[in-house]
């Protein structure tokens, strides 16, 4: 079975420069997630989809964040215009229904730097 | 409010030798799950050990044991007979079940097996 999979793996961009990272989750696992850890400081819940929809965004920080689920399938989150605060490694997990029997499956995270 | 505190940034241990991680956190919540993830250099994050919190009995997973201290809220992880490959990021975290599914982290301590 393939694991969750990120891309890229590292981005460095500019400051107002758009970057768009990609999830693309376990076949079958119909719930999606986005966490953040900025550095040094605990990783931080974004958002929960169940298939194309968002089921929870409070963990967004701001408009300039934009995610979508086409299809049901893998996943973008944009940031738009990219600030230095936005630098940190996004990590995406699929789960199925029950999330706390076997867990999450987490990817390997996109390390994003912002200069 | 949520929160999952790991005192220890960084710790180093001798191949072979046991050490343990410290892991408090704060819920109101009476029914939720504790995990360790682990998260190698540049590799995904993987489940270590799970223990749900109305379970008395200590989880253990091979080399890998925690101390559960519900009233305390203090979740440890022992490693035991250390090995190279123990060397990762490790991350303190519980679920509230039914409630977003999000898991709440701590900061992480960065493990070093020293050979």
């Known amino acids: 079975e393939a694991g969750v999979t990120q891309f890229p793996s590292h981005s460095v961009i500019e400051k107002g420069q758009t970057v768009t990272l990609r999830c693309d989750p376990i076949?079958?696992?119909?719930?999606l997630y986005w966490y953040r850890r900025v550095m040094g400081k605990e990783i931080k819940f974004l958002l929960h989809f169940v298939k194309e929809s968002k089921q929870d965004e409070s963990g967004m920080p701001n408009n300039r964040f934009l995610a979508e689920r086409t299809g049901g399938t893998y996943s973008t989150l944009k940031v738009q215009p990219a600030e230095l605060e936005d630098s940190g490694v996004y990590f995406c997990?699929?789960?199925?229904?029950?999330?706390?029997?076997?867990?999450?499956?987490f990817g390997s995270g996109t390390r994003l730097t912002v200069v | 409010a949520q929160t999952v505190t790991q005192s220890q940034p960084e710790m180093s241990v001798q191949e072979a030798e046991t050490v343990t991680l410290s892991c408090t956190y704060d819920t109101s919540e009476n029914n939720y799950y504790l995990f360790w993830y682990k998260q190698p250099p540049s590799r995904q994050m993987i489940l270590v050990i799970r223990q749900e919190a109305y379970k008395q009995q200590n989880a253990t997973e091979n080399r890998f044991s925690v101390n559960f201290q519900k009233a305390a809220k203090s979740f440890s992880l022992k490693i035991s007979d250390s090995q190279l490959g123990d060397t990762a990021m490790y991350f303190c975290a519980f679920m509230i079940p039914n409630t977003g599914n999000q898991f709440y982290f701590g900061t992480g301590t960065s493990l070093t097996v020293i050979p």
């Open positions: 076949s079958g696992h119909d719930n």
């Open positions: 997990a699929s789960s199925q229904d029950r999330p706390w029997v076997p867990g999450y499956t």
